[in-house]
């Protein structure tokens, strides 16, 4: 009994909190030998009560994959694995790389004099080395590097009495070449990843809800740092919650579309000053059923998603960020942040994230469209009653011409019958 008194306690303490506060839940204040006796297990769960994120506030997703038994498929596509790569495997690939090519033909190298014998006659004019003026695999490491990086000094040269010695270089030469463009292609998508432009496209802290155009709407804020701006930029928006089937299939994480104006185009966006994004909530939209008592009750995460192509370089750039439950503000707007200069418009985005109180039902969009449509039912009934309130009236006098006309129709006949007479 204590432990459901309890959990009422604090569910009550939960939904008068602030809704723009974070879910923290508050302890009952309830005597202290009842404290003592509840459950420890009940307090932690409600004390840690968390929604675990889906995508983080920076837009990073928040999944880590296990159990992975194919990783031959990152080997197939090496390039796409090295740029994924974080930036100091990266580094330490892109040195041990060159370093193992430069040993391996400086080995080489070196086996080729060593074979010939060059080692023996260092010194002997008239003797024709493979290589002029190596004298060890030190020399052999150096003359591997000038060969593959075409620094030519001019000490080290190959001579033409050496055919093993001309197809190796011939083969250093080549494979160089191709390690080159990888590496270097790697780095330069690498350092040219539209990654960090994504970090001055910046998402309001908070969504709202609130009345806009007397229709319930789901808001929130987002903006461009930078004066290059974003071309063809678009949003889209999804609801990230578990759902049970009809059939009774547990489908965790499900992702649901959240129409942010699709259908009217409203979803491209011209983002050169900060703009609020819209969602109606309608019949079609999941948070059809949700009021602001329940709001705080549901588990789900709000994804929203900008895309668009950078102007500097034409690569398409994606942004993230989401909304939990405790980051919903119910009853709120936005500040306005654009203001009118001299000549020119400004965006003050120390406003950027900040909201205001407005007046905001507390029902849901469903039970909003109930109460209209039950004011109009009087409405709807008054002009029935009076159509069949005229009905009635018609018959009525139908009835009564019918009437007066069979009177008619019988003094007439009596008259007929009595002249007979």
Known sequence: CLCFMAANVLEE???????????????????????????????????????QRYVRKDGKCNVHHGNVRETYRY????????????????????????????????????????????????GDSTWTPC?????????????????????????????????????????QSVLGSIVNAFMVGCMFVKISQPKKRAETLVFSTNAVISMRDGKLCLMFRVGDLRNSHIVEASIRA?????????EGEFIPLNQTDINVGYYTGDDRL???????ISHEINQQSPFWEISKAQLPKEELEIVVILEGMVEATG??????????????????????????????????YNSFHE????????????????MASRAELPLTWSVSSKLDQHAELETEEEEKNQEDQNERNGDVANLENESKV
């Open 13 to 51: 303490d939960s939904m008068e909190q602030d809704i723009e506060s974070p879910v923290t839940i508050h302890q009952p204040k309830l005597p202290k030998q009842a404290r003592e006796d509840l459950p420890k297990n009940l307090n932690k769960e409600c004390a840690k009560r968390k929604i």
């Open 75 to 122: 080997l197939t596509d090496i390039f796409t694995t090295l740029v994924d790569l974080k930036w100091r495997f990266n580094l330490l690939i892109f040195v041990m790389v060159y370093t193992v090519t430069w040993l391996f033909f400086g080995m080489i190298w070196w086996l080729i004099a060593y074979m010939r014998g060059d080692m023996d006659h260092i």
């Open 131 to 171: 290589v002029s003026n190596l004298n060890g695999f030190v020399s052999a490491f150096l003359f591997s590097i000038e060969t593959e990086t075409t620094i030519g000094y001019g000490y080290r040269v190959i001579t033409d009495k050496c055919p093993e010695g001309i197809i190796l270089l011939l083969v």
């Open 238 to 246: 999804k609801l990230i919650k578990s759902k049970q089937t009809k």
């Open 270 to 276: 011209f983002l050169v000053s900060p703009l609020i």
């Open 315 to 348: 690569m398409t750039c994606q942004a993230r960020s989401s909304y939990i439950t405790s980051e919903i503000l119910w009853g709120y707007r936005f500040t306005p942040v654009l203001t009118l200069e001299d000549g020119f418009y400004e965006v003050d």
């Open 355 to 370: 909201t205001y109180e407005t007046n905001t039902p507390v029902y849901s969009a469903k039970e909003l469209a109930e």
